[in-house]
C-alpha cells in the first residue's frame, strides 16, 4: 500500500469504519449509507455558502470546498463524506475552457471533435491539482473516523461533454466518433483517463478513503460498445490508484445491461441505480461483489410509508450480495426535503 503513514486508512482512524468494512465485502454491525449529490442544494446551509461564488471557484476554494462537504456528514449521519467538486475540475485544471452553467450543466467554450484539437490538449500539471489536495486534507483533519470518499469522472461521460461542448440527451456525437474516427477518439480517451485518474490519486494520497468513478452516461452505450471503446480507458483511469490499495466503487445510471463488464475493468464495488431491482442486479454480478444502491430519488417526494417500505425493501434485496451501501439509483435531486434525507438514515442505521 503506498499511502502515506498519516493517512486516514493507515493510521487506523477509517479502516474499520462501517463503509469501508462494506466496501472490503464485511458485514458490519450497521449497513453504511450515503447519498450522491448529499452536498448539494437540498441543503440551505449549501445555497447559504455558494451565494456570489460561482461553481468551479467553490470547488477550487479550499476552504469552501472542505466546509460544504461536511455539510451532510454532520446534518444527516451518513457513513461518509463525498468531496464537494465536479467531474469536469481536472478538465479545467488542465487549461480547458468549461464552465458549469446553473440548471444546465458543464459547458466548453469550443467542443473537442478533431484529432487537430484532441492534440492541442495539454495534460494536467501536478502542481495544478494543490487545491484539491488541500480541500481534501482540511475536510479529512475534520472528519476522523468518518471516510471521505474521492470521485472521478470516467472518460467515457468526460468525453460525452467534451464531445457535444456541453449536455446533451443522447451523447450522440461521442458515440459517433467512437466509429467513425477510432483514432481520435482513442486519442481523447487516453487524455481524458490521464487527466481524471490524476484528479482521482491527487485526492486519495491527500487523505480520501474510497474511491468512486463516476460513468453517468455509460448507460447511453450498448455492451459491445462499451468493452470495445470504453472500458479499456476506465481502466486506465484507476489504474492511477491501483497501488494505493483503496476500495474502488464503480457507478453509471441505466447500467443494468453493462454491470459485469463494469465490474471488469477492476472495480471493487458496483453501484446499480434504481431501474432494475437490486437483486436483480446483484444476480447479474454473480452475488460475488459488494453492491451499492439503490433508492429511487423519485420517493424522497413520495409520502413516508411509501418511501419507508422502499428502503426497507430495498435492504432485505441487499441481503443477496456480500456486502451492501445503501445509496440513491442517482443524485439527490435539489427539491428534495432534506429531513427525509436524515430520516432515511435513521431507518437504515436501525434495521437489522
Ligand atoms: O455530494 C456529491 O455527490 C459530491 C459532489 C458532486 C458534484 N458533481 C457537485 C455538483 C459530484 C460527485 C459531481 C459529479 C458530477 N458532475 C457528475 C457525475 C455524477 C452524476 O450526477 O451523474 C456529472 C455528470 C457532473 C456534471 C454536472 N455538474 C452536472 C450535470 C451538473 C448539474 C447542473 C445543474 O445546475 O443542474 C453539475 C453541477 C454541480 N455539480 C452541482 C453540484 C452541487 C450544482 C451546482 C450548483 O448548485 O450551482
Redesign the pocket.
Known amino acids: 500500500m503506498n499511502l502515506p503513514a498519516d493517512h486516514p486508512l493507515v493510521d487506523g482512524r477509517t479502516a474499520a469504519s462501517a463503509l469501508i468494512r462494506a466496501y472490503r465485502g464485511e458485514r458490519p454491525e450497521i449497513t453504511p449509507i450515503w447519498f450522491?449529490?448529499?452536498?448539494?442544494?437540498s441543503l440551505p446551509e449549501y445555497r447559504e455558502l455558494?451565494v456570489g461564488t460561482a461553481?468551479l471557484d467553490a470547488c477550487l476554494d479550499p476552504e469552501l470546498s472542505s466546509e460544504i462537504t461536511l455539510q451532510?456528514v454532520r446534518r444527516h449521519g451518513v457513513d461518509a463524506g463525498?468531496?464537494?467538486?465536479?467531474?469536469?475540475v481536472p478538465l479545467k485544471l488542465a487549461g480547458v475552457d468549461v464552465d458549469?452553467?446553473?440548471?444546465?450543466?458543464?459547458v466548453m467554450g469550443a467542443p473537442i471533435r478533431t484529432m487537430a484539437e484532441v492534440a492541442a490538449l495539454s495534460p494536467l500539471e501536478p502542481d495544478a491539482l494543490a487545491p484539491v489536495a488541500a480541500g481534501v486534507a482540511r475536510t479529512v483533519a475534520q472528519l476522523g473516523s468518518t471516510p471521505l470518499i474521492g470521485?472521478a469522472?470516467a472518460p467515457f461521460?468526460l468525453a460525452a461533454y467534451l464531445v457535444e461542448g456541453g449536455?446533451s440527451k443522447d451523447h450522440l456525437r461521442a458515440r459517433t466518433l467512437m466509429h467513425s474516427e477510432p483514432g481520435t477518439w482513442a486519442a481523447l480517451m487516453e487524455w481524458a483517463a490521464d487527466v481524471t485518474g490524476a484528479f482521482l490519486r491527487a485526492q486519495m494520497l491527500a487523505g480520501a478513503s474510497a474511491a468512486q468513478l463516476?460513468d453517468?452516461?455509460a448507460g447511453s452505450l450498448s455492451l459491445a460498445d462499451y468493452t470495445a471503446y470504453v472500458a479499456p480507458w476506465s481502466k486506465r483511469a484507476i489504474s492511477y490508484v491501483h497501488d494505493l490499495e483503496v476500495p474502488v466503487v464503480h457507478f453509471g445510471?441505466g447500467t443494468g445491461e453493462l454491470l459485469g463488464a463494469m465490474r471488469d475493468i477492476g472495480a471493487d464495488v458496483v453501484g446499480i441505480d434504481d431501474r432494475i431491482p437490486l437483486d436483480e442486479g446483484i444476480r447479474r454480478l454473480g452475488g460475488t461483489i459488494p453492491v451499492q444502491g439503490n433508492i429511487n430519488p423519485a420517493l424522497l417526494a413520495a409520502p413516508w410509508p411509501v418511501l419507508e417500505a422502499h428502503v426497507l425493501a430495498i435492504l432485505e434485496r441487499g441481503k443477496t450480495a456480500p456486502a451492501h451501501v445503501v445509496n440513491l439509483g442517482?443524485?439527490v435531486p435539489p427539491e428534495t426535503d432534506p429531513t427525509v434525507l436524515t430520516r432515511i438514515v435513521e431507518l437504515v442505521h436501525a434495521a437489522r
Do not use: C, K, L
Open positions: 450522491m449529490r448529499q452536498a448539494g442544494r455558494r461553481m451532510p463525498i468531496f464537494f467538486s465536479d467531474i469536469v458549469i452553467v446553473p440548471g444546465r450543466g458543464p470521485f469522472g461521460t449536455p463516476f453517468s452516461w445510471v442517482h443524485g
